[in-house]
């Protein structure tokens, strides 16, 4: 399976763009790129999935390298809302388990 | 909309005791998914379901662990006996059928056995 690499935690101050990176340099070419967040006390919440070019919708934005090795979530304007855990999950969707790995733990301060 | 719904919230009972966690998922979705997490393993998949029939029971950590799914609209998560390394928070999902659907988690509920 291919793995993603991820900064172990980052901060952001409120109201900033906040850039989660995601390193996934053994990528195949059939692996989405998917982005979930956990709050705290909460199961995991869909962010954004993308395959190969940019996305966005009303959560996040998802920038993808044109070799696919990396991508970048974007928070636009972080809330203290925002503070959870980001996951950057590589695979197919038809039915098949996400796997977690350790993720990004995203520290909001006002 | 009602989202995935689970109980207990929580459970603490006493080891060797039969514990049963149970999911309601998203009317409609056809895929159902038992999630563990951990601080020391993370979330990690136990088993899924696609339209009721289990297809990947690979993460089911041993006999003591079963899941079942009679019909549609519920599925349980059975533990006999209890074990205290079974203390987690045991997640539920539930998935679409069609095209590129996310999945849906619910609250989880937290296990603990003494």
């Known amino acids: 399976d291919a793995k993603t690499t991820q900064p172990n935690s980052m901060e952001s101050n409120e109201e900033e763009p906040v850039h989660l990176p995601c390193n996934h340099s053994?990528?195949?070419?059939?692996?989405?790129i998917h982005w979930y967040r956990q709050l705290p006390s909460q199961g995991p919440e869909y962010v954004i999935h993308g395959l190969t070019s940019n996305v966005n919708n009303r959560m996040a934005s998802l920038a993808i390298a044109e070799d696919r090795k990396s991508s970048t979530l974007i928070l636009h304007r972080a809330t203290l809302r925002d503070a959870a855990v980001y996951y950057c999950i590589l695979g197919l969707f038809s039915g098949y388990a996400l796997n977690f790995g350790k993720g990004t733990s995203l520290l909001v301060t006002p | 909309d009602a989202g995935v719904i689970q109980s207990p919230r929580h459970e603490v009972t006493e080891m060797g005791q039969e514990v049963t966690l149970r999911c309601k998922p998203i009317?409609?979705?056809?895929?159902l998914f038992w999630y563990r997490q951990t601080m020391m393993r993370g979330l990690e998949l136990l088993i899924y379901f696609n339209n009721n029939v289990p297809i990947d029971d690979s993460g089911m950590p041993e006999d003591r662990f079963s899941a079942k799914m009679p019909n549609a609209s519920f599925s349980t998560l059975k533990i006999q006996p209890s074990e205290p390394r079974d203390s987690a928070v045991y997640f539920c999902?539930?998935?679409?059928?069609?095209?590129?659907?996310?999945?849906?988690f619910g609250d989880g509920t937290r296990l603990s056995i003494l």
């Open positions: 009317s409609g979705h056809d895929y």
């Open positions: 053994t990528i195949s070419g059939t692996d989405y």
């Open positions: 999902a539930s998935r679409d059928r069609g095209g590129r659907q996310p999945q849906h």
